[in-house]
Every structure is written in structure tokens, then in C-alpha cells.
């Protein structure tokens, strides 16, 4: 079985300070991890992915993320917020045989102007 | 690529009444996925489909619901009879499954589903 948590559901931080997003995996195997990003009314949108390789993977709109195996995470993170990150944010994994995601419960992420 | 296409976009009927959602995938892609989001219960897997076959429909909450998929550019999402609690968003999603497939899923825009 696979599964995956995000243990915040609120994140607020002021516009041009750091952000961390948090996520932490459970998998069978080696895992495939995602980040999607959903703004109001809209769907998912991929932000990034870890398949392989190195373990700070870059992605869209100047967002990264970091695998890290011992601690089985993968935060998201951006050096510079802005309030137009504000968004819902979804980790999910899929790992081995598995065919489909597992996606956590979301972040909602508010950025403070 | 136009994406997947979703349609109606909004949807607002009353206790009783058949809704049918529609679904166009990303064309090539062989794989494609039916999600519920609610606030209460985040995002739900219904049912997907793999070249067309249900795969796994563990997730469909009951037999009021049904999904089909005729052919590999087109999917129903069916609820007959409605209730309230069906109200939700409803997400398609497609994703290729080839051998180098990662699993990454492109969805549409959502059919936001509001039963009175």
C-alpha cells in the first residue's frame, strides 16, 4: 500500500520570505513523487516530479522540491514566496505496480502581502 | 494539445435527476481517471479506466453511479438517481501508460456538480 501525508493544512507566509510545504511518503519500492498545485476553480495543474537522480528536483514557477529517502519526504519548497503562489497544494506517490496516485489531503498556502 | 475537456462545466439540478458528466482525454493517452473533491473529503479516486477497461472501481461510492468509456477519446461519469450529498467537483484526468509512464496526470478544469 501507498500513502501519503501533509501534515499542515494551513500555511501562511508573508510575501518574499521562504515557504516549505511538507510532505512525507509511505511506499512499497521506490518511489515516484509529485507535487500539483490547484488555484480556485480550477484543476490540478503538475508542478514538479521525482523519479530518479538527483535528489533537489526543480519545477514551474521557481518551485523545488527535496527527496529525502531516510526521512521518506519531499517538501516543497520556494526561496521567495509571492501572493500569487497562494494556491491548494497536493503531494502524491506512486511507486512499483501501483497504477494510479495517491495523492495527501492538500495545503492551502496563503501568501501575506 | 487542447488538454482534457470537461464538460458541463457547471451542472445544477434537483434530488432525482440523472446527471451525466462528460470527458475527452489527452489524445495518445491510454489511462483515465474520474476524482470527487469535496471540502469534507478532499480528493477521492472514483474509478479509471486503462485502454478503455475499468481497471478499478473500488472508489465509486455507490450503484448510483456508473462510468463508461465507449472509446479511447471519450468518458461518462453517470449519477442516477441524484442526491445533495453528491454536490462536489468532479475531475477527469488522463496520463499515458507506456513503459515510460510516471505515473503524472494532466486533469481538466472540473465539473462543479450541485444537487438541490
Known amino acids: 500500500a501507498q500513502s501519503v501525508a501533509q501534515p499542515e493544512d494551513q500555511v501562511n507566509v508573508a510575501e518574499g520570505n521562504p515557504l516549505t510545504v511538507k510532505c512525507t511518503y509511505s511506499?512499497?519500492?521506490?518511489?515516484?513523487l509529485f507535487w500539483y498545485v490547484q488555484y480556485p476553480n480550477r484543476g490540478l495543474q503538475f508542478l514538479l516530479k521525482?523519479?530518479?537522480?538527483?535528489?533537489l528536483v526543480k519545477g514551474s514557477y521557481g518551485f523545488e522540491a527535496e527527496f529525502n529517502k531516510s526521512q521518506t519526504s519531499f517538501h516543497l519548497k520556494k526561496p521567495s514566496a509571492l501572493v500569487s503562489d497562494s494556491a491548494l497544494y497536493f503531494c502524491?506517490?506512486?511507486?512499483?505496480?501501483?497504477?494510479?496516485?495517491?495523492f495527501g489531503s492538500g495545503t492551502q498556502l496563503t501568501v501575506l502581502p | 494539445d487542447a488538454g482534457v475537456i470537461q464538460s458541463p462545466r457547471h451542472e445544477v439540478t434537483e434530488m432525482g435527476q440523472e446527471v451525466t458528466l462528460r470527458c475527452k482525454p489527452i489524445?495518445?493517452?491510454?489511462?483515465l481517471f474520474w476524482y470527487r473533491q469535496t471540502m469534507m473529503r478532499g480528493l477521492e479516486l472514483l474509478i479509471y479506466?486503462?485502454?478503455?477497461?475499468?481497471?478499478?472501481d473500488s472508489g465509486m461510492p455507490e450503484d448510483r453511479f456508473s462510468a463508461k468509456m465507449p472509446n479511447a477519446s471519450f468518458s461518462t461519469l453517470k449519477i442516477q438517481p441524484s442526491e445533495p450529498r453528491d454536490s462536489a467537483v468532479y475531475f477527469c484526468?488522463?496520463?499515458?501508460?507506456?513503459?515510460?509512464?510516471?505515473?503524472?496526470?494532466?486533469f481538466g478544469e472540473g465539473s462543479r456538480l450541485t444537487v438541490l
Open positions: 484526468a488522463s496520463s499515458s501508460s507506456g513503459r515510460d509512464n510516471t505515473g503524472e496526470l494532466f
Open positions: 511506499v512499497s519500492g521506490n518511489p515516484y
Open positions: 521525482y523519479i530518479t537522480g538527483d535528489n
Open positions: 502524491a506517490v506512486v511507486s512499483g505496480s501501483a497504477r494510479q496516485l495517491t
Open positions: 489524445s495518445g493517452h491510454n489511462s
Open positions: 479506466f486503462n485502454n478503455n477497461v475499468p481497471i478499478d
